[in-house]
Nanobody, 127 residues
């Protein structure tokens, strides 16, 4: 199983980035996918997650209305579109997979429950 996050970079406040999580070795139809972030000196924070059915999404209050999670079944990737970025969004972003079963209509933002993790990608929001 491998998850690879990409798409990070340096962006000005108010800008946008699109992160991608390329997944191999498992089927998204049986796993929920979560995005997490960790800023220096801070604890890991759950940002967003997507159910195994692909229909249920959940967002942390800090990103609600600005971030959108989605998946591409053909490419086995899960993306996180981040708009109106703020300096406080600066962190290393990682994706993770949690076995849920088929057609799941829920997901969790508790990182301790996730089975597989990928390496992160740095997002820096600064003028």
């Amino acid at each position: 199983v491998q998850l690879q996050a990409s798409g990070g970079g340096l962006v000005q406040p108010g800008g946008a980035l699109r992160l991608s999580c390329a997944v191999s070795g498992l089927s998204l139809d049986f796993y929920s996918i979560g995005w997490f972030r960790q800023a220096p000196g801070k604890e890991r924070e759950g940002v967003s997650c997507l159910s195994s059915s692909g229909t249920f999404t959940y967002y942390a209050d800090s990103v609600k209305g600005r971030f959108t999670i989605s998946r591409d079944n053909a490419k086995n990737t899960v993306s996180l579109q981040m708009n109106n970025l703020k300096p406080e969004d600066t962190a290393v972003y990682s994706c993770a997979a949690l076995h849920w079963g088929p057609n799941g209509n829920g997901c969790l933002l508790s990182g301790n429950t996730y089975d597989h993790w990928g390496q992160g990608t740095q997002v820096t929001v600064s003028s």
